[in-house]
């Protein structure tokens, strides 16, 4: 630590004092950074999550096969083996269909004193 004399007084010198200071602001701009790099790894995992509206309803990056069917591997619950299931595109677009309107349809549901949907 530095020191300087002034009227025969020891005062710390201005570097060490601000050193606290100084810190804290670092940890601040961490803790700002931070937050901001988790913010936008949400968003770009959200965009990714939703479905392009000119996209088609096949599964990213598939390619029909001879018989005009994609196929793809999905996770069956309960199992730790894949299940191979081949539709067609329109097939596909009608399942994902299916499935945003069940979603739709469970998000808009009340639950009330009758929970069992009566």
């Not at 005062?11 to 936008?40: C, K, M, N």
Request: charged residues 30%; aromatic residues 4%.
């Amino acid at each position: 630590m530095h020191v300087c004399f002034i009227d025969s007084r020891r005062l710390p010198d201005a570097r060490a004092a601000g050193e606290p200071r100084r810190r804290r602001v670092r940890h601040l701009l961490f803790a700002i950074a931070a937050t901001g790099l988790l913010s936008i790894g949400q968003a770009a995992a959200q965009e990714a999550g939703e479905p392009a509206v000119a996209q088609a309803a096949a599964p990213a990056g598939a390619k029909p096969g001879k018989n005009g069917k994609v196929c793809e591997y999905e996770v069956v619950t309960g199992s730790r083996m894949k299940k191979r299931v081949c539709y067609t595109p329109e097939q596909w677009e009608a399942r994902e269909k299916a499935g945003r309107e069940l979603t739709r349809e469970l998000d808009n549901r009340s639950i009330g004193a009758n929970a069992s949907g009566d």
